[in-house]
């Protein structure tokens, strides 16, 4: 499986993120074709005290292919056009491979 991850610094308003982050950017991006799993993880510290990352969310898809095929559809761009909106300058994007270790 390849998964597209996006890790969040911390915003200025957590509760307004928190807010659009839950109510509309998951579920548009919940449509997207060939998702397979969405799973989100709050970050609440790291091991030297406080972390600069927020949120990461990582999103499985079965291969490389299906992610470029999602990528090209409208509702991955409604979810592109949605995180630019209001987390532009929040968010790192990222696409990793699992192996087995």
């Known amino acids: 499986m390849v998964k597209l991850i996006a890790l969040y610094k911390q915003p200025e308003n957590k509760e307004a993120f928190d807010d659009h982050y839950?109510?509309?950017?998951?579920?548009?991006?919940?449509?997207?074709p060939g998702l397979r799993k969405m799973e989100v993880t709050k970050i609440v510290g790291a091991?030297?005290?406080e972390s600069p990352?927020?949120?990461l969310c990582e999103?499985?898809?079965d291969d490389?292919?299906?992610l470029k095929k999602?990528?090209?559809t409208e509702e991955s761009k409604a979810s592109a056009r949605d995180?630019?909106?209001f987390a532009?300058?929040?968010?790192?994007?990222m696409i990793g491979e699992e192996v087995n270790g």
Do not use: E, F, Q, R
């Open 64 to 66: 490389m292919v299906a």
């Open 47 to 49: 091991p030297t005290g």
């Open 22 to 32: 839950k109510n509309v950017h998951t579920p548009v991006t919940k449509k997207i």
């Open 53 to 55: 990352y927020y949120l």
């Open 88 to 93: 532009g300058d929040l968010v790192t994007m």
């Open 83 to 85: 995180l630019m909106s």
């Open 70 to 72: 999602a990528m090209k």
């Open 59 to 61: 999103m499985y898809y």
